[in-house]
């Protein structure tokens, strides 16, 4: 079956350090991954995108990779803080070229403790 | 610039009321969607539209029912609500397809008791 999985017990880090998350998909051949944000109590955010011949993508203390021949994309926070506490989700869209419906997986909870 | 504004925050439904979740962008989106959130679960699609007049099913739309008569209205409908759809329900837009940033509003809490 078609899924999106990411670590479903929560990643605790210390701060300062670098936070990696894992996602891992199967049976899709996306054009494009994003990762979003997700506060308790709040809607999900946009982080970033990449597309399938992007090797890497960064945008300040973040940086995506996305490998299409094992299917995983890396999600990392340099330096992290306190601040950076939150579920982090990937999303997909299957249908590449379609209507941009966004398959999500349940998310990984980072904790970064001071 | 309000973004994507969802009413109402939580609702407490008894089975078998129906009620219609209200969601409007205020920035020009052709797209726009509906997901629920289940605990421990990804988010899932339950209807998607990619225009006014146009609306189509995503995921998981039985039980469920939207319009879409301008760009920036996309209401929900939940016609006989079912402990099932106990979730929290997120709309969002985006300006196109393939690639565009998906915008999320705030998240309407819903319980059926």
């Known amino acids: 079956s078609q899924k999106i999985e990411q670590n479903s017990e929560a990643l605790n880090i210390q701060e300062g350090k670098t936070a990696t998350l894992t996602c891992n998909y199967t049976n899709y051949s996306p054009a494009y991954l994003q990762w979003y944000r997700q506060d308790p109590g709040r809607g999900p955010v946009f982080l970033l995108l990449?597309?399938?011949?992007?090797k890497e993508k960064r945008k300040e203390r973040l940086k995506v990779t996305f490998d299409t021949t094992l299917k995983q994309s890396l999600f990392h926070i340099t330096a992290s803080q306190p601040a950076d506490s939150a579920t982090y989700l990937c999303?997909?869209?299957?249908?590449?070229?379609?209507?941009?419906?966004?398959?999500f997986g349940a998310g990984t909870r980072l904790a970064v403790h001071p | 610039n309000a973004g994507v504004t969802q009413t109402p925050k939580f609702r407490i439904l008894k089975i078998g009321q129906s009620m219609t979740l209200q969601c409007t962008q205020d920035m020009n989106h052709n797209y726009m969607y509906w997901y629920r959130q289940d605990p421990g679960m990804g988010l899932k699609l339950i209807y998607y539209s990619v225009g006014a007049g146009i609306t189509d099913k995503g995921e998981v739309p039985n039980g469920y029912n939207v319009s879409r008569s301008t760009t920036e209205d996309f209401p929900l409908r939940l016609e006989l609500a079912a402990p099932s759809q106990t979730s929290v329900y997120f709309c969002?837009?985006?300006?196109?397809?393939?690639?565009?940033?998906?915008?999320f509003g705030e998240g309407s809490w819903l319980t059926v008791v």
């Open positions: 990449i597309r399938e011949n992007e």
């Open positions: 999303a997909l869209d299957p249908f590449s070229g379609g209507y941009n419906k966004l398959i």
């Open positions: 969002a837009s985006s300006l196109d397809s393939s690639g565009s940033t998906i915008y």
